[in-house]
């Protein structure tokens, strides 16, 4: 029997445990329910494509994915999309389509209660 030892990144680890403190802080579900999604062993983390997010949302929408962001689609509307990671080209098919690739740390920033947020995952 392993032990579950959880994520080893130590930028990960520093991640969660500011996403469970802003949650308590600012009474604000959306950041916990991330640090438990993020804090999955990596075969259970999630992993959305670009037709992903183009079926399930709409034009000017925020979204969250709590995980990596694949560029397998193509996007053709304008969206906000906030991760963990994402693959190197998937930025630039983003920003093509007048969208912006932002951290989750700057989401938090910006938007600190998580209104008008939308989860993929």
């Given at each position: 029997m ?21 949650s ?8 916990k ?12 983390r999630i ?18 994915v709590p995980g990596?962001v ?6 053709t509307k ?27 740390e ?16």
């Amino acid at each position: 029997m392993t032990n579950k030892t959880g994520p080893t990144n130590p930028y990960l680890k520093k991640l969660i445990e500011n996403l469970k403190r802003k949650s308590l802080e600012l009474k604000a579900p959306i950041w916990k329910d991330m640090a438990e999604k993020l804090s999955k062993s990596t075969r259970q983390r999630i992993e959305v494509n670009l037709s992903d997010i183009e079926r399930n949302v709409s034009d000017g929408e925020t979204i969250l994915v709590p995980g990596v962001v694949l560029s397998t689609g193509n996007l053709t509307k304008k969206v906000n999309v906030s991760a963990w990671k994402f693959s190197k080209t998937v930025e630039e098919k983003i920003k093509s389509s007048n969208g912006k690739t932002m951290t989750i740390e700057k989401l938090l920033k910006e938007n600190p209660k998580g209104s008008n947020v939308k989860i993929i995952s």
